[in-house]
């Protein structure tokens, strides 16, 4: 079983829609979680973090964690065609250890 | 100013050469980590290092030694280097208490 998991896409959404994307992890351990984006050619950039369970949002972003499934999700509203990357999950089970998942692809259409 | 900074950008050599690929961070981080990212763009951790001190080692062959001269320095020494090498390497530091981590641009090595 992966450390982390992700469905690898492409998920395609049209501009507007509300972009879905979703995690699981192995280990009951961890502590912290992440989401990235990475345009092609790039290197990942840390968008959103969250540590408890609930929601959080930031802008258009929304990260949701349940700790008890073992899942983390983020949500995209009002996706534009800037949004189209690769969207790694990524958890931390402490300091000094960061596992991520293979990342979803995202195309958002306009 | 750049935060965590890579050479080489790209880097092609040919098989069983040794290469080096030199990290550095500017933001004060106690923790670097080495990712290497397949063609399939997973990002699977090498190797995280603490204040200079190795705290993971995953399960990497023994060609490849990272060596932390300070703690705003991690650089990869790769021996001996094979087709699967190939792969985009990525430099990473967090901050003490902080498993964020930031990246640097990645270094695209190419064997052939």
């Known amino acids: 079983q992966k450390e982390v998991e992700q469905n690898s896409g492409p998920l395609s959404v049209p501009e507007g829609a509300i972009a879905s994307l979703n995690c699981t992890y192995s280990?009951?351990?961890?502590?912290?979680f992440f989401w990235y984006r990475q345009y092609s050619g790039k290197s990942p950039e840390l968008i959103m973090s969250i540590y408890s369970n609930g929601d959080k949002e930031d802008g258009r972003f929304t990260a949701q964690l349940n700790k008890a499934s073992q899942y983390v999700s983020l949500l995209i509203r009002d996706s534009q065609p800037s949004d189209s990357a690769t969207y790694l999950c990524a958890v931390s089970r402490h300091d000094n250890d960061m596992r991520f998942g293979a990342g979803t692809r995202l195309t958002v259409k306009p | 100013d750049t935060a965590v900074s890579q050479t080489p950008k790209y880097l092609v050599t040919q098989m069983g050469n040794d290469k080096s690929i030199k990290c550095e961070q500017n933001l004060g981080h106690d923790t670097m980590y080495w990712y290497k990212q397949d063609s399939k763009k997973f990002l699977k951790i090498m190797f995280s290092?603490?204040?200079?001190?190795?705290?993971i080692n995953e399960t990497v062959p023994n060609r490849f030694s990272p060596k932390s001269p300070d703690k705003a320095h991690l650089n990869l020494h790769i021996n001996s280097l094979e087709l699967g090498d190939s792969a985009v390497y990525f430099c990473?530091?967090?901050?003490?208490?902080?498993?964020?981590?930031?990246f640097g641009q990645g270094t695209r090595l190419t064997v052939v």
């Open positions: 990473a530091s967090s901050p003490q208490g902080g498993p964020e981590a930031f």
């Open positions: 290092y603490n204040n200079k001190e190795l705290i």
């Open positions: 280990d009951r351990g961890s502590q912290s």
